[in-house]
């Protein structure tokens, strides 16, 4: 290929970085080299360059790919010497150019609530008016509810009265300026280090304002107002005293100090006044004698009163605690509800007035005409309905279909939230989208707890059978394609399909981020699905989001639109948790005739030899489904060369892991192309994928696990004689203990407990080797579901989950917090999240290891994946846990090794006596996929560091054979019984 490389260094670096330029291309100008290069030789330049970059450094590569046309391959250094596509930016001024100037000069005496100088005054009011009715027409008859949001809309910019931002906003320079979130003021001399935001001021004020004599509003109502005025803005990342901008007195404190033309009693008069004139605007807009603005603040304001609130912090973003009872998080998830949507309403509300021009605006309210906002807004048109029509007439008439027929239409009668319960293979897929049919619904929203369920729903929903004309859109972190697999949709286009099959994660954002809110508009206004909901039940945190999300549709009343699917709905989390009543759960009987058998094998789970189930040689049609991905790794490894066998699990690269699906897809799904006979797989495939097996083993789990399980068995009626399902039980459990690996991992998961309570209970129904259908499967299920004895194992499970999650919330992983971005366009490569839910992961890169012969590992000299040379690529990587990672020291050790064998990595030059500062830096970069955790090393690489005597005796590899990857895998688990 044909390069160019521009230097835009400075001092020091430019020569540098000439000496290395110069040893690898031609100088064709004082800042810009050309050649001709391999892939292998643009990489070594990139190296040597990251090696000596300064903050002076700053050198950008680019493609010649024709006459006309370049493209920018990557930057090293300073990324702010160029634009988006590496160009140099030239012909800049800092004058003031005519075009710049606003047509309307400011007027010093008025406030403005932006540089668009719309009237601060209107634009508070057209907030509130617009989120008040958004509010009305997603959740009608919530007249409390309505006003709460009407006044946080009203007072959420009280703040901006502060004179630094009113000064800022009649600066003509700033006319077009683009606010990050909550910022606004951006001058270089400014810092809200030193001084509050304004909806921090604005909370401020509403709680001195807040008159205790008005109990027009509700103390919980209230709470919401405060909430949603505090939290319409992210909260700010500060760098240091954090803690001084966390109470009311801290807020004042910051304020006053910065008030040089005002004082803070001038400030609050000013607020008042203010308050007053959109009281006026109300009144005018509706034709009203009186305005729910002039209640809600006092005339007179004692600040004496500061000193009682000196202490008092403000709003948490989300109100939960440590409880002992079920009832009192189910207070806290309804709190919580109220506070997402009062939030939701504001946020999109200031986002469409924000956007408008101060004459539009004006008009907007001279001529009453703000309810075109909130139409544009809501307004969904699709021919989704007779979409899924034509799809119903294609299904043979008969006794299914009907009964089908006849569940939908009993779904469709229930007043707010329904829940479809239903064996596998009942046509659960086929039921909701009749459901959406009668219910009139122009976009589905299908909600899915796991990328592998959005994959497989994707695949059923654009098949001939279902919707291929529809506009099926998939919208994972991962994913986001429309119609078919590899279409990527268009960012503008995101949550715009007909059907839009997403994670319970990108809807989360809704709730735990500020710039997606938004999505929860989207929710609430479209039909949605929440497929395999019983997935959530055992998630820390997860549980208690997802109750938030169903608690603000249950909301909605009798239009809610909402559809809980899954062939074992957790009766007793419906119950306890989410309150729904029993007549809303709606059963779909099973027209499997299929008879099983239960077989229970019970194991030294510390001996992997012929007595243990999970690795014994497998033959015909047969799906082998472990609790953990080493021990499906295990036993493929140990009959790879006796099994025409397929591996699944979660810890493949990412190519490798789509690549799998399909074939497994394909192979053991209906009339599948039966490529491989045995499936040996971790809890991946347990639930929504739409595969069929003629034999399952599998180790024992939770109730619900076991019955998700077993619906992967012959699904769909096939076979003549009875099914065995055997289920492999370690002795620890069969004898009732909490000891062994397999009793610790399914504590670590909230379901020791409720999974010993579900053996004991089939053990005490003596079923094992009786031949019984599904019918009294699923009966059993919800018997066990109603035993004394199994509610207490599932309330200690939850509740030890819940505080988990609990635990999460307060450690502010879902508090939407934003850091000041770099003043550049270009995005880079996509980075980790700080906090993540689901726990805290890194990059990790590893090197491959043959295990054609497990006794013999052969060690190669190549790596997991390559980085790619073009920063617009995406990297085939691989991800692991934090925790994990550091309990096996890999950590540490890369730590003392990697200076070593990769000089240009941060940690180099950091002193050996100095190992925590690098294991710091190594997990602080991991965030970022082109500074990955090595968990192991390539033996060239090795013998940089004390050779093959060197490597860490839990490295992790990247496992290969010949039949296809085996992932990820320590080599510790190749000479150990457990998992």
């Not at 596509?85 to 003031?96: A, F, S, Y």
């Not at 909806?199 to 109990?215: A, G, H, R, T």
């Not at 045995?678 to 024992?700: F, W």
């Not at 989950?801 to 508090?815: A, S, T």
């Amino acid at each position: 290929m044909m390069v160019t490389f521009v230097s835009q260094c400075q001092k020091k670096a430019l020569a540098r970085t000439r000496r290395v330029l110069d040893a690898f291309a031609n100088r064709i100008g004082d800042n810009t080299w050309q050649t001709v290069i391999t892939e292998e030789g643009l990489i070594a330049v990139k190296t040597l360059l990251r090696k000596t970059a300064t903050k002076n450094t700053a050198v950008a590569c680019h493609w010649i790919r024709s006459r006309s046309r370049s493209e920018l391959v990557w930057v090293v250094g300073n990324r702010e010497q160029f634009n988006s596509q590496g160009i140099v930016p030239v012909n800049t001024t800092t004058k003031e150019l005519i075009m710049d100037l606003p047509k309307q000069a400011p007027n010093p005496n008025f406030l403005y609530a932006n540089t668009h100088l719309q009237a601060l005054a209107e634009h508070l009011f057209a907030v509130g008016y617009v989120a008040e009715q958004l509010l009305a027409r997603l959740t009608p008859d919530k007249q409390n509810e309505m006003e709460a949001t009407f006044v946080a809309g009203c007072l959420h910019d009280l703040g901006k009265i502060d004179p630094a931002f009113q000064d800022w906003t009649r600066n003509p320079k700033k006319k077009d300026f683009q606010a990050e979130d909550g910022q606004h003021i951006d001058d270089s001399k400014f810092s809200f280090e030193k001084h509050p935001r304004h909806n921090e001021i604005s909370v401020l004020l509403y709680q001195l304002l807040d008159p205790i004599s008005f109990k027009g509003i509700s103390t919980g109502h209230k709470n919401a107002i405060k909430h949603t005025i505090y939290w319409h803005h992210a909260k700010p990342f500060r760098k240091e005293k954090d803690q001084e901008f966390s109470t009311f007195g801290g807020i004042y404190k910051k304020f006053n100090a910065n008030l040089t033309t005002l004082s803070f009693s001038e400030i609050v008069e000013k607020a008042q006044r203010l308050l007053q004139q959109v009281g006026e605007i109300d009144c005018k807009y509706r034709n009203a004698e009186t305005s729910l603005i002039t209640k809600i603040y006092s005339e007179t304001v004692d600040l004496d009163t500061l000193e009682t609130i000196k202490t008092t912090p403000l709003p948490s973003y989300k109100t939960y605690e440590l409880e002992n009872r079920i009832d009192e998080y189910r207070r806290h998830i309804t709190a919580n509800a109220v506070h997402n949507l009062t939030r939701a309403c504001v946020i999109s509300a200031d986002r469409l007035i924000s956007a408008l021009s101060f004459d539009d605006l004006h008009d907007h309210i001279k001529h009453k005409t703000l309810y075109r906002l909130v139409d544009e807004t809501l307004l969904l048109e699709s021919n989704l309905g007779s979409q899924i029509q034509t799809c119903m007439q294609q299904f043979p008439s008969g006794d299914r279909t009907d009964k089908q027929h006849e569940i939908a239409v009993k779904l469709s009668k229930v007043n707010d939230v329904a829940v479809l319960a239903g064996p596998a293979g009942c046509g659960k897929t086929k039921i909701a989208l009749e459901w959406a049919q009668l219910k009139n619904a122009q976009q589905i929203i299908w909600i899915c707890p796991r990328v592998q369920v959005c994959q497989g729903l994707f695949l059923e929903l654009t098949s001939e059978q279902y919707l291929p004309d529809a506009k099926i859109e998939i919208n994972t972190g991962e994913f986001k394609f429309t119609k078919e697999w590899g279409k990527a949709t268009l960012e503008d286009d995101y949550f715009s399909g007909d059907v839009v099959i997403t994670t319970i994660d990108q809807v989360f954002g809704a709730i735990i981020s500020h710039t997606k809110v938004n999505t929860l508009i989207n929710v609430l206004n479209a039909h949605v699905v929440f497929d395999e909901f019983h997935e959530y039940v055992a998630m820390p945190a997860f549980n208690l989001l997802f109750a938030e999300l169903v608690e603000c549709k249950k909301s909605q009343g009798s239009s809610a639109n909402t559809l809980l699917v899954s062939a074992t709905p957790h009766y007793f989390f419906l119950n306890t948790v989410m309150e729904i009543q029993p007549e809303d759960i709606i059963e779909m009987p099973s027209f499997n005739p299929s008879e099983y058998r239960i077989e229970f094998k019970v194991f030294d789970e510390t001996q992997q030899d012929i007595s243990n189930p999970l690795y014994q040689r497998q033959s015909g049609n047969t799906i082998v489904i472990s609790n953990t991905a080493q021990t499906a790794q295990k036993s493929f490894i140990r009959n790879q060369n006796g099994e025409n066998a397929v591996l699944l699990h979660s810890k493949f690269k990412k190519s490798d892991k789509h690549r799998l699906f399909d074939e497994v897809y394909e192979s053991f799904k209906k009339d599948g192309a039966r490529k491989f006979e045995v499936l040996r797989a971790g809890p991946i495939v347990q639930a929504s994928l739409n595969i069929t097996s003629d034999y399952m083993v599998s180790e024992l789990t939770t109730a619900e696990n076991f019955l998700q399980r077993l619906g992967r068995l012959d699904r769909f009626g096939a076979n003549s004689t009875a099914n065995i399902y055997s289920v492999a039980v370690p002795e620890s459990i069969h004898q009732g203990k909490g000891t062994g690996a397999a009793a610790r991992f399914l504590a670590r998961q909230y379901s020791f407990a409720a999974t010993k309570a579900w053996y004991q209970f089939l053990q005490a129904e003596e079923i094992e080797n009786q031949t019984i259908q599904l019918p009294k499967l699923y009966k059993l299920y919800r018997n066990f579901h109603e035993m004394p004895q199994a509610k207490q194992a599932m309330e200690a499970d939850l509740l030890a989950c819940f505080k988990q999650g609990v635990q999460l919330i307060q450690n502010k992983v879902v508090d939407p917090i934003t850091i000041p971005p770099k003043k550049t366009t270009e995005k880079g490569r996509a980075k980790i999240s700080k906090h993540s839910l689901r726990g805290e992961n890194r990059f990790v890169q590893m090197a491959v290891c043959d295990l054609n012969n497990p006794e013999n590992p052969i060690f190669l000299n190549e790596y997991a994946y390559t980085m790619p040379i073009r920063e617009i690529e995406e990297i085939d990587n691989l991800t692991d846990d934090l925790t994990l990672l550091n309990n096996l020291d890999l950590i540490s050790y890369m730590a003392k090794k990697h200076g070593n064998i990769d000089p240009t990595h941060p940690i180099k030059g950091i002193p050996e006596n100095r190992m925590s500062l690098r294991n710091k830096v190594i997990e602080g970069f991991a965030r970022d996929p082109e500074f990955p955790i090595y968990t192991s090393y390539t033996p060239d690489d090795l013998s940089r560091v004390g050779g093959e005597s060197s490597r860490h005796s839990y490295a992790i590899y990247y496992a290969i054979c010949e039949k296809q990857p085996i992932g990820a895998i320590s080599i510790k688990q190749l000479t150990t019984n457990e998992d």
